[in-house]
């Protein structure tokens, strides 16, 4: 070897040898870079799906309880029409008949069914809509027809037609109600 081959591979050995050991090669870095990103979002994944957990949980929750306090509507709209022929039948007896000592027995059975069939509204969050003399509420009461009425002000409930219930807070049947108007 002469002395200029010598010299080239002294010279190209110690330029290797200044770089610094601590240092990771390009490759790694981006790869490290790339996995925390990946870290990053897979962490946000899963506080996500914890979160839609919870909602899905607290959703379901909800609606059981719902599926519990309102299970019995169907029961209750149809027990409504028995209370309605019920009230019917004892508002048609007439005051003569009323003092009859025969019928008094008949008479005050039919008002403790009354009495108790209100009893079992009651027990199950089943009210009754007020109606009468009060403004219409269109969430409440379905206006049937107008009627004239110089004592009450116009948009007033003046007659029911038909009682309207409530379960707890939600509507079981709107009041069918007449509702005042200005006389012509």
């Known amino acids: 070897m002469n002395e200029a081959e010598k010299t080239e591979t ?3 050995t110690p330029a290797a040898d ?5 240092a990771a090669p390009p490759a790694e870095e981006g790869r490290i870079a790339a996995l925390e990103a990946e870290l990053a979002e897979a962490r946000a994944a899963t506080l996500y ?10 959703r379901a929750e909800k609606e059981a309880a719902d599926a519990r306090a309102y299970a019995v509507t169907g029961f209750a709209r ?27 027995g008949l008479i005050a059975g039919l008002e ?4 108790e069939l209100d009893s079992v509204f009651q027990r199950n969050g089943i009210t009754r809509i007020a109606a009468i003399g009060l403004p ?3 969430n409440q009461h379905q206006a049937m027809l107008e009627i004239p009425s110089a004592d009450a002000e116009p948009g007033t409930i003046v007659q029911e037609m038909q009682a309207g219930y409530m379960l707890k807070d939600r509507l079981l049947r709107p009041s069918l109600v007449g509702v005042a108007k200005k006389p012509e």
């Open 112 to 115: 403790a069914t009354q009495r």
């Open 10 to 12: 002294v010279t190209e």
């Open 78 to 104: 149809e027990i409504l029409s028995v209370a309605d022929n019920l009230s019917r039948g004892l508002s048609a007896i007439p005051a003569e008949v009323r003092e009859d000592e025969r019928l008094k």
């Open 18 to 22: 200044t770089a610094p050991e601590s």
């Open 49 to 58: 799906a914890r979160a839609e957990a919870q909602n899905v949980l607290r």
């Open 136 to 138: 219409l509420d269109p």
